[in-house]
């Protein structure tokens, strides 16, 4: 089917509705077709080239068009394409994902239960230590702790873990039993105050909601490492360490969502790592294939394992397509990949030191409050006074201008209200780093003059 661009917006319009989109908003306006991708590059239907700083949807990290993950896709589609894990069975592709990733993840997590997606890991990782608890004798445990402008996904018990009003507002969400806690935020919440007493005093949050609810309610306290969707929220250093002496204190069960943060973006292979946090669970999907095939993985540590395996009896819980064998397949040469290349280092050492030097320059720009970053995940918060950070009226869609500019000139911006986030391929180059900036400088200038005008 080969159609004009003007053609397939309209077929586009007539029958597909896209995820998080105001269908009619987009209709009037036409979607961008994306036909093919190389590199750190997309190429739409009109033949424009545009750095894609976000990776996908932080996912593609090592790049577009690796013809090693498409060799392995049809290598193993030939082989077996598909089968179950249900029936007592296994196949290679699984068992041998399952020992690499217990290989590269934290010493103490040795078990993996697979998904098809990030936000399947939340539903299993919401009903595990729910069994995990009840397997011991403790089923009245259930709840769980979240944060507000937490993401964990899209299905009910996703996006009812995280902390988002607008889809808490449609369909009758959180379901019982999850309940929020304050964000790390700094730059949005924290004005005033020091970082270190910020971080301390948001983490002391789960302390007294656990005392609250009482110890004997409470499961596990669940976040994303770094907020990726809410905005690439760091947290100041003293808060994971602190979240962790209140888990380990009321011992409460951690999980660490590392959906985006896993396999190398910050620079470690899990962002756990280089937070310094132990979880009883790690929730992982998006970078495990590079995005090529949908896949999901729950890590899962021995103390939980040993309950689930000696105590917890069936657990009543699976997916048609944990563990399919193609996305095994392409996950394993995936991690191939990121080991022959040395990326994690790489973006330890010199591309992610490159990209936040050069990022951080952005900060001199009249209409940037802040900028922040780790390995290569970025963020800088449009603001109209610099001196006082006040943002501009909502009305004025100061990050939604500025993310239009951004694609019309050829980069891939992500705007979360004004605060602009980039996520880009693990494989940029320094070349393209500069190019990624200076294109953000120049949509800045061109944002600027529109909300003067
Ligand atoms: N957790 C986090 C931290 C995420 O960022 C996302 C997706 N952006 C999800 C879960 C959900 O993943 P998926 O879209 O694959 O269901």
């Avoid at 269908?23 to 750190?40: E, Y």
């Avoid at 080991?339 to 990022?359: D, H």
């Avoid at 918060?381 to 019309?408: H, L, S, W, Y």
């Amino acid at each position: 089917m080969q159609q004009t661009t003007r053609e397939w917006q309209q077929l586009d319009a007539s029958h597909h509705l896209h995820p998080f989109t105001d269908f009619q908003a987009l209709n009037k306006k036409g979607s961008r077709i994306i036909t093919k991708a190389s590199g750190v590059y997309l190429e739409d239907s009109d033949g424009q080239r545009i750095l894609d700083g976000m990776a996908g949807l932080w996912c593609v990290n090592m790049g577009y068009g690796r013809q090693e993950l498409v060799n392995a896709a049809t290598q193993q589609m030939q082989q077996l394409p598909y089968y179950n894990l249900f029936f007592q069975t296994a196949h290679p592709p699984v068992i041998e994902l399952a020992t690499l990733l217990t290989e590269i993840t934290p010493p103490h997590l040795n078990q993996v239960f697979f998904t098809g997606s990030g936000s399947e890991c939340n539903d299993t990782v919401l009903r595990m230590v729910r069994h995990y608890w009840a397997s011991k004798g403790q089923p009245e445990k259930q709840v769980i702790i979240s944060r507000h402008n937490a993401y964990h996904g899209s299905t009910v018990a996703g996006a009812s873990l995280g902390g988002m009003k607008g889809m808490h507002a449609q369909g009758g969400l959180p379901i019982p039993g999850i309940v929020h806690i304050d964000q790390p935020y700094h730059f949005g919440e924290g004005q005033g105050i020091s970082p270190h007493e910020f971080g301390l005093e948001r983490a002391r949050q789960l302390e007294q909601k656990i005392l609250e609810l009482g110890v004997d309610k409470v499961a596990a306290f669940i976040g994303e490492p770094i907020q990726g969707a809410g905005g690439v929220i760091i947290p100041p250093d003293s808060y994971w360490p602190e979240i962790q002496r209140i888990c380990d204190h009321y011992g409460i069960l951690l999980i660490a969502d590392e959906v985006i943060c896993g396999f190398g973006r910050t620079g470690h292979w899990f962002a756990s790592e280089g937070f310094g946090i132990k979880p009883d669970l790690m929730c992982l999907a998006k970078g495990i294939t590079s995005g090529y095939l949908p896949l999901g993985a729950v890590m899962v540590s021995d103390r939980v394992a040993k309950v689930l395996v000696e105590e917890g009896g069936e657990f009543n819980h699976g997916f048609t397509y944990s563990g399919h064998p193609v996305a095994c397949a392409v996950a394993i040469a995936n991690i191939k990949l990121m080991q022959s290349e040395s990326i994690v280092k790489r973006v330890n050492e010199t591309i992610g030191p490159y990209l936040q030097r050069r990022w951080r320059e952005l900060a001199d720009h009249p209409l940037v409050g802040e900028t922040r970053g780790k390995g290569l995940v970025a963020a800088l918060e449009i603001v109209q006074d610099k001196r006082t950070n006040q943002r501009f009226p909502t009305a004025a869609n100061a990050g939604m201008t500025c993310r239009e500019f951004c694609f019309n000139n050829g980069l891939v911006m992500r705007a979360v209200g004004d605060t602009m986030i980039i996520s880009p391929p693990l494989v940029i180059t320094e070349e393209q780093v500069d190019e990624l900036v200076s294109l953000a400088r120049r949509s800045l200038d061109l944002t600027a003059q529109t909300l003067k005008g």
